[in-house]
């Protein structure tokens, strides 16, 4: 067993998530944990929304509240919708807990004593209207490398280098229009040069990585400049040094305190737990964290964030870097062992957009069909390793001739047929089971092996790919044995058999298809006369502030609880009931409806 830290990215707290969201962070860090504990590890998955910035002070004057008051709301409509989808959390917080504050001001000043966070005078970009900070990602104009004309003040995502707002071609305000004014201000910088050859030395060694993160990440290293960590707002985390504590002007950058949220949610899930320690098994380099692993899950375009600045500040804190140092009172911290990014998803050939109407929320999703026909969408077509494209018509066809027709019928007519004839599962004729039985319970026990090696190495597409070709070989062998047709009390030990291997099958493929589809793993579970727990869901709690701050919901729950990732034999004469469908056909008319609330 080994301690297995599941790091999902945090989604921003100024608006609910869209499916195109859920698909790149949430659904497979799930499917990918969830395995992980029913193959036995210990494992540690946590996030939350991410809370502060210029975009959540902008939102918030529109509507007339305070950032805090826009970023409850949200919270709360994000942590329910992820409450939906069945994402198992060991706890799913918030970066404007004074936990947080205080996890994020730790590393602030570790790395400011070892000499990797320094101050520096640059031109910062003004609202000529306002006299408001703009943030470097609401400035647009062309990148000064590759030409493209939709980079951002930050990064150009056609090319990928990183960039100062000032660097960019007409630069334009994304809020107004305006054309920003630059002026000088002082600021604190992370020293990423000072930095990049521990970077270069820890992606030498990542193996198994998807072959674009790894490229790109290794292409970041080529030209690291500093970067500003803070920046000239009133909304976020203060600055921890003598003469900026006070300071109402200046705040550490959003992206500086989101990326810490993965740390800090691990101490506050310590503490919660009974045990503030517990966090260094899947953080601490020493012998108490030795064996961790830790998987960081989100979308492309945060790929710098978590192959470059994270494991950044995780050595500069460790006092790794070329100005080497001294750990801060946490300890040495791990880096990553993978940075697991996933592409984009569209929705009917166009990108998401909230303004365009192109887009579905995870809630309203959730309102019309089930959370899982949209993780068996994801976990089949998502945007694993390319760029993927969700259709009403696919979603439908996926729903009704793979989940309903095959899966959701193998389970009914093997159940049903058991039910009918036995009321309970079957023994197995003394005669003993024939190749063909034999045949199939190898592939089912084979899955075991080969579904659980992919997830384990991100390959979630071909893991559920595997899972469900048990379930076809099991349909196959149905219809081959027929044991419909076996209606003479000379042939019921046949029939029995015939029953009771597709049964076992059923269950077997259940276990496979649990990571992918919770929901409905649980309720076969019981149609197959299971009790308890088969697959753990998550649970909303209300907590207060650790430290006497407001309280907020968290996602946490037990999943101590649950299937093995193994073949349990069923036992003979456990009683069975006429089961009823797993899964909802749906009616084909709902691409048309869908397709009209769509914009343009």
Same mark, same amino acid.
């Given at each position: 067993?080994?301690?297995?830290?599941?790091?999902?990215?945090?989604?921003?707290?100024?608006?609910?998530?869209?499916?195109?969201?859920?698909?790149?962070?949430?659904?497979?860090?799930?499917?990918?944990?969830?395995?992980?504990?029913?193959?036995?590890?210990?494992?540690?998955?946590?996030?939350?929304?991410?809370?502060?910035?210029?975009?959540?002070?902008?939102?918030?004057?529109?509507?007339?509240?305070?950032?805090?008051?826009?970023?409850? *709301?949200?919270?709360?409509?994000?942590?329910?919708?992820?409450?939906?989808?069945?994402?198992?959390?060991?706890?799913?917080?918030?970066?404007?807990? *004074?936990?947080?504050?205080?996890?994020?001001?730790?590393?602030?000043?570790?790395?400011?004593?070892?000499?990797?966070?320094?101050?520096?005078?640059?031109?910062?970009?003004?609202?000529?209207?306002?006299?408001?900070?703009?943030?470097?990602?609401?400035?647009?104009?062309?990148?000064?490398?590759?030409?493209?004309?939709?980079?951002?003040?930050?990064?150009?995502?056609?090319?990928?280098?990183?960039? !100062?707002?000032?660097?960019?071609?007409?630069?334009?305000?994304?809020?107004?229009?305006?054309?920003?004014?630059?002026?000088?201000?002082?600021?604190?910088?992370?020293?990423?040069?000072?930095?990049?050859?521990?970077?270069?030395?820890?992606?030498?060694?990542?193996?198994?990585?998807?072959?674009?993160?790894?490229?790109?990440?290794?292409?970041?290293?080529? !030209?690291?400049?500093? #970067?500003?960590?803070?920046?000239?707002?009133?909304?976020?985390?203060?600055?921890?040094?003598?003469?900026?504590?006070?300071?109402?002007?200046?705040?550490?950058?959003?992206?500086?305190?989101?990326?810490?949220?993965?740390?800090?949610?691990?101490?506050?899930?310590?503490?919660?737990?009974? !045990?503030?320690?517990?966090?260094?098994?899947?953080?601490?380099?020493?012998?108490?964290?030795?064996?961790?692993?830790?998987?960081?899950?989100?979308?492309?375009?945060?790929?710098?964030?978590?192959?470059?600045?994270?494991?950044?500040?995780?050595?500069?804190?460790?006092?790794?870097?070329? *100005?080497?140092?001294?750990?801060?009172?946490?300890?040495?911290?791990?880096?990553?062992?993978?940075?697991?990014?996933?592409?984009?998803?569209?929705?009917?050939?166009?990108?998401?957009?909230?303004?365009?109407?192109?887009?579905?929320?995870?809630?309203?999703?959730?309102?019309?069909?089930?959370?899982?026909?949209?993780?068996?969408?994801?976990?089949?077509?998502?945007?694993?390793?390319?760029?993927?494209?969700?259709?009403?018509?696919?979603?439908?066809?996926?729903?009704?001739?793979?989940?309903?027709?095959?899966?959701?019928?193998?389970?009914?007519?093997?159940?049903?047929?058991?039910?009918?004839?036995?009321?309970?599962?079957?023994?197995?004729?003394?005669?003993?089971?024939?190749?063909?039985?034999?045949?199939?319970?190898?592939?089912?026990?084979?899955?075991?092996?080969?579904?659980?090696?992919?997830?384990?190495?991100? *390959?979630?597409?071909?893991?559920?790919?595997?899972?469900?070709?048990?379930?076809?070989?099991?349909?196959?062998?149905?219809?081959?044995?027929?044991?419909?047709?076996?209606?003479?009390?000379?042939?019921?030990?046949?029939?029995?058999?015939?029953?009771?291997?597709?049964?076992?099958?059923?269950?077997?493929?259940?276990?496979?298809?649990?990571?992918?589809?919770?929901?409905?793993?649980?309720?076969?579970?019981?149609?197959?006369?299971?009790?308890?727990?088969?697959?753990?869901?998550?649970?909303?709690?209300?907590?207060?502030?650790? !430290?006497?701050?407001?309280?907020?919901?968290?996602?946490?729950?037990?999943?101590?609880?649950?299937?093995?990732?193994?073949?349990?034999?069923?036992?003979?004469? #456990?009683?069975?009931?006429?089961?009823?469908?797993?899964?909802?056909?749906?009616?084909?008319?709902?691409?048309?409806?869908?397709?009209?609330?769509?914009?343009?």
């Amino acid at each position: 067993m080994s301690h297995v830290l599941a790091a999902v990215a945090w989604p921003y707290a100024n608006g609910p998530r869209h499916i195109g969201h859920v698909s790149g962070f949430g659904v497979p860090s799930d499917v990918f944990a969830r395995y992980m504990r029913m193959a036995g590890h210990d494992v540690l998955m946590v996030s939350g929304t991410d809370e502060h910035g210029t975009p959540i002070q902008v939102q918030a004057d529109a509507e007339g509240l305070t950032p805090r008051e826009l970023a409850d *709301r949200y919270n709360r409509v994000i942590v329910e919708d992820l409450h939906g989808l069945g994402l198992s959390y060991d706890l799913f917080t918030r970066t404007t807990t *004074r936990n947080h504050y205080a996890v994020v001001q730790e590393l602030f000043e570790g790395m400011y004593r070892n000499g990797y966070i320094v101050p520096k005078t640059t031109m910062g970009a003004i609202s000529p209207s306002t006299g408001r900070t703009l943030p470097d990602r609401y400035i647009e104009g062309t990148c000064p490398i590759c030409g493209y004309d939709s980079a951002r003040g930050d990064q150009c995502d056609n090319c990928g280098n990183q960039l !100062d707002p000032i660097d960019l071609i007409d630069p334009k305000s994304k809020i107004n229009g305006e054309t920003p004014k630059f002026v000088e201000t002082e600021h604190f910088f992370l020293d990423l040069p000072a930095l990049a050859e521990v970077l270069r030395q820890w992606l030498d060694t990542r193996e198994g990585w998807r072959p674009n993160v790894l490229r790109f990440s290794r292409n970041l290293l080529d !030209d690291l400049q500093p #970067r500003a960590i803070t920046r000239d707002l009133e909304w976020g985390v203060p600055i921890p040094l003598d003469g900026w504590r006070e300071r109402t002007d200046k705040r550490i950058y959003v992206w500086f305190d989101a990326v810490i949220g993965y740390l800090s949610a691990s101490i506050e899930w310590a503490r919660r737990s009974g !045990d503030p320690e517990a966090w260094r098994r899947w953080w601490s380099t020493d012998a108490e964290g030795k064996d961790s692993q830790s998987y960081y899950f989100m979308g492309k375009d945060n790929i710098v964030f978590h192959s470059v600045i994270w494991p950044a500040l995780l050595a500069g804190y460790s006092g790794e870097g070329a *100005r080497d140092g001294e750990p801060g009172r946490l300890g040495r911290l791990n880096l990553p062992t993978e940075v697991v990014s996933s592409e984009f998803l569209t929705m009917e050939g166009r990108k998401f957009s909230s303004s365009r109407r192109v887009v579905i929320y995870v809630r309203d999703f959730l309102e019309r069909y089930d959370a899982d026909a949209l993780r068996y969408f994801i976990a089949v077509a998502g945007p694993e390793s390319n760029d993927t494209d969700f259709t009403w018509a696919e979603f439908l066809r996926r729903n009704n001739d793979e989940l309903v027709a095959g899966w959701g019928n193998l389970v009914n007519r093997s159940i049903s047929m058991a039910a009918k004839n036995f009321g309970e599962i079957p023994a197995v004729d003394p005669a003993g089971l024939t190749e063909a039985d034999e045949a199939l319970l190898a592939v089912a026990r084979a899955g075991f092996t080969t579904v659980g090696d992919l997830i384990a190495r991100h *390959r979630q597409k071909q893991a559920i790919g595997e899972a469900m070709r048990v379930v076809a070989e099991a349909n196959k062998y149905l219809s081959e044995q027929a044991p419909w047709k076996l209606k003479d009390a000379a042939d019921k030990p046949r029939m029995g058999t015939i029953l009771h291997v597709a049964l076992q099958v059923v269950s077997d493929a259940n276990t496979l298809l649990t990571p992918f589809l919770p929901h409905s793993a649980q309720q076969v579970h019981q149609l197959l006369g299971g009790t308890g727990v088969h697959a753990p869901m998550p649970v909303i709690e209300e907590v207060e502030d650790l !430290d006497g701050g407001p309280g907020y919901p968290v996602l946490t729950g037990d999943y101590t609880q649950g299937a093995r990732w193994e073949s349990v034999p069923l036992p003979v004469g #456990r009683p069975l009931a006429a089961p009823k469908p797993v899964f909802r056909k749906l009616d084909p008319s709902i691409v048309d409806e869908e397709l009209a609330r769509l914009g343009g």
